[in-house]
């Protein structure tokens, strides 16, 4: 199992390093991955080179450079350490109107200089509610990988009910694993069925260390992308703890 940390917009550059040393002597050489605010990357990295730690950005830009005012790229996060991307994340959708083009260009970049891509995926309440949620994972995964070929060692899918993210409400271990099964196919149609059972499928969205373990035991279910209950450190390791890592 995978557990990724999405620090949001959460953690000065000193509060995340003392967030490592909190953590670092309970793991014993378990894997984290934390996706942390672009400020403190650099000397996350850093502090994690030869750790069990992977530090990843919660967003970067589908250019290589150029006049973006604002924006970050696979370049400069590669250059400091980076492993990983969480790309398509509904917060980035809904409030920054990220689209489904940008976000293919994003994969798209990730894939060309090799930064693992976190690829997020959900629906909405309505969706769900109107019997959307296949159609919906289906249009968002056909829309960020289309035709490119994409292998388990540099995408890893994350399942988030937009409705769960950071209301409480999490899925049901059953709704979840039903979409993972969902994903799972759609893997299949995509790269063929031994390709798409190395990949890896994290549910996201109100995952708590109160509730990890009903999500652990689904199939289908390869770890977690985990908001609110990472910011504090007792809290992420007991999700480590339960989610068997
Ligand atoms: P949450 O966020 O755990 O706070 O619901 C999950 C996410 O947005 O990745």
Redesign the pocket.
Known sequence: MKVVA?W?MYKTEKESLQFIDAILPHLQGREAYIAAPYPSLSALCKKTANSSISIGAQNMSQHLEGAYTGEVSALMLKEIGAKFVILG?S?RRHFFKESEKDIFEKVLTALSQNILAIVCIGETLEEREGGQTKAVLRRQFEAAFQKLEISPKKIMIAY?PVW????GRAATGEMASDAHGYIQRLLEEMVGKNLAQSFTILY????KPENVGEFASMENIGGF?????SLDPTSFLSIINAAGV
């Not at 769960?164 to 209301?167: L, W």
């Open positions: 999405n949001k994340h917060e988030e769960a993210i950071g209301t996201g969205g109100s995952v992308l985990v908001g609110g209950a």
